[in-house]
C-alpha cells in the first residue's frame, strides 16, 4: 500500500510538472557568492551562506501569457488596488465585509424555503413596508460584518430608523449606507434579489467628540450631518444579485468591474473587466401597472416608446437589482418615476439611487431624477425618496427631453 506521504509528493510532483508544460517561461537562478546567513532579500529570492538567487525569465521581453488555469479573486484584486493606492488598507478591509456578508447572504436567500425564511416578519420597517423574514436576517449580517470589520464608524440601513454609530471598540473611520435585501418582495417566488452599497468617508463632523452628558439624540444628529452626502462624494459602491448565479459588482471609482461566486471554493471570481453599458438600447424597465398615476408628460414618452415602427421591448422584474444589471449588460432605461400617491418616487436616494447612478456612470451611462443629475443631489433627510431614471445616455436624455 502506498503511503499517504508518498501518494501526496507523487501528486505534488505530478502537478508540478503539469504546470511546467502548461508555463510559457523557464526559468533560471541567477546568483552572485557572498558571505553570510541565509535569509530572504528584498528582490523575493534567499540569500544562502551570502548566495542571493533570484529568478531569470528567459527570453527578456517576452509578453507572459496568462494561464488557463489562472483567476483572479476579489481578495486578490483589492490587494493590488491597494498596491498601487487606489484605494488603501481600510477601504480593502470594509469591502471584503461587504462581500463576506454578501456570501452569507446568498446562502439564507438560497436556502430561504428550507429554513423558513419566507413570508413575513410581522413588523413594519420605517417606510412603512412590510418587513420580510430575510430583510431582517439581512440587515443583521450586514450590521455584523462591517462592525467587526473595525473601520465603519457609521453604519446606515434602509431598515433602521436612524444611522447607527459603531460602538467606540470597533469604531474606524468609513460611512457606509445599504439596502440589505433589495427587491424582496420577490423572495418567494425565487426572483432575483440583491444588496446595494455605498461607502463614504467621513467629513470633519465625523470627528466631533461625544461629551459625556451628550445624550442619545445628540449622537443621532451627529450621525444624520454625517451620513446625509451627496453621490459625488462616493469612494465605493456596489451591489451583489443573488439569481441564477451569484453577482457582485463593484466600482471604486475607476471603472466598473463584475465578479461571481465561485461555489466551488467559496470566492469571488473577476469575471468582466471595465463592464460599460451601450449608449443606447431598446429595452425599457417600468412598472406599468402605476400608469395611470403618471403624468402626461412621462405618459407620453411611454406612449411612443410602444410606437410599431420603435422597435423597443418591455422588461420589468421589480427588483432594483435584477432590472438594473440587465440594463448595465445589455443597455436600455430604467425608471421608477413619482406618481399621484409617491410624490417623490419610491426609492431611497442614499440607499438606492446615489450607489446605482455612481456606478452607471463609471459604466459610461447617467443616472437623473428627470432634471437633475443623481450625484449632486444633496440629500436633506436619511430616507429621502427621489425618482430615478437610469441606464444608457442617449436614452436618459432622450427621457429628460420628454419631461422638461
Given at each position: 500500500m502506498v503511503s499517504a506521504a508518498t501518494a501526496a509528493s507523487r501528486l505534488i510532483f505530478s502537478s508540478s510538472q503539469s504546470i511546467s508544460r502548461f508555463s510559457p517561461l523557464q526559468t533560471l537562478a541567477s546568483c552572485s557568492s557572498r558571505h553570510g546567513p541565509r535569509r530572504p532579500n528584498l528582490t523575493g529570492g534567499f540569500g544562502v551562506g551570502g548566495v542571493r538567487c533570484m529568478a531569470v525569465a528567459e527570453g527578456t521581453g517576452a509578453t507572459k501569457k496568462k494561464s488557463g488555469y489562472e483567476i483572479e479573486t476579489l481578495t486578490n484584486w483589492l490587494l493590488k488596488q491597494e498596491q498601487v493606492g487606489t484605494i488603501d488598507a481600510e477601504l480593502t478591509i470594509v469591502l471584503s465585509s461587504i462581500s463576506m456578508a454578501c456570501k452569507q447572504i446568498a446562502s439564507l436567500v438560497q436556502r430561504a424555503s428550507i429554513s423558513n425564511l419566507t413570508g413575513v416578519q410581522g413588523a413594519v420597517n420605517v417606510q412603512g413596508e412590510d418587513q420580510k423574514k430575510l430583510d431582517v436576517v439581512s440587515n443583521e449580517v450586514f450590521s455584523n460584518c462591517l462592525r467587526s470589520s473595525g473601520r465603519t464608524g457609521i453604519i446606515a440601513?434602509?431598515?433602521?430608523?436612524?444611522?447607527?454609530?459603531?460602538?467606540?471598540?470597533?469604531?474606524?473611520?468609513?460611512?457606509?449606507?445599504?439596502?440589505?435585501?433589495?427587491?424582496?418582495?420577490?423572495?418567494?417566488?425565487?426572483?432575483?434579489?440583491?444588496?446595494?452599497?455605498?461607502?463614504?468617508?467621513?467629513?470633519?463632523?465625523?470627528?466631533?467628540?461625544?461629551?459625556?452628558?451628550?445624550?442619545?439624540?445628540?449622537?443621532?444628529?451627529?450621525?444624520?450631518?454625517?451620513?446625509?452626502?451627496?453621490?459625488?462624494?462616493?469612494?465605493?459602491?456596489?451591489?451583489?444579485?443573488?439569481?441564477?448565479?451569484?453577482?457582485?459588482?463593484?466600482?471604486?471609482?475607476?471603472?466598473?468591474?463584475?465578479?461571481?461566486?465561485?461555489?466551488?471554493?467559496g470566492e469571488f471570481v473577476l469575471t468582466t473587466e471595465q463592464v460599460q453599458i451601450p449608449k443606447s438600447g431598446k429595452i425599457y424597465s417600468f412598472n406599468e401597472g402605476n400608469y395611470q398615476l403618471w403624468d402626461d408628460k412621462l405618459k407620453k414618452y411611454i406612449d411612443d416608446l410602444k410606437d410599431p415602427g420603435k422597435p423597443y421591448s418591455s422588461r420589468y422584474i421589480g427588483s432594483l437589482v435584477g432590472d438594473f444589471h440587465r440594463t448595465l449588460l445589455y443597455g436600455g432605461i430604467y425608471g421608477y418615476p413619482r406618481d399621484k400617491k409617491s410624490k417623490n418616487g419610491k426609492l431611497r436616494l442614499l440607499y438606492e439611487c446615489a450607489p446605482m447612478s455612481f456606478i452607471v456612470e463609471q459604466a459610461g451611462g447617467k443616472g437623473s431624477d428627470g432634471h437633475h443629475r443623481i450625484l449632486d443631489i444633496e440629500p436633506t433627510e436619511i430616507h429621502q425618496r427621489v425618482p430615478l431614471y437610469i441606464g444608457s445616455v442617449d436614452e436618459v436624455e432622450k427621457l429628460e427631453k420628454y419631461l422638461a
Open positions: 440601513s434602509e431598515e433602521e430608523d436612524v444611522p447607527v454609530a459603531v460602538e467606540e471598540s470597533y469604531s474606524g473611520n468609513y460611512i457606509v449606507v445599504f439596502d440589505p435585501l433589495d427587491g424582496s418582495s420577490n423572495i418567494d417566488a425565487a426572483v432575483s434579489t440583491g444588496s446595494i452599497f455605498g461607502i463614504y468617508s467621513p467629513n470633519d463632523e465625523c470627528f466631533a467628540e461625544i461629551q459625556e452628558d451628550g445624550t442619545l439624540d445628540t449622537v443621532e444628529q451627529r450621525c444624520v450631518v454625517n451620513v446625509c452626502q451627496p453621490g459625488n462624494n462616493l469612494l465605493a459602491a456596489g451591489y451583489c444579485m443573488y439569481s441564477s448565479s451569484v453577482i457582485f459588482v463593484l466600482t471604486i471609482g475607476k471603472g466598473v468591474y463584475a465578479f461571481t461566486l465561485d461555489p466551488m471554493f
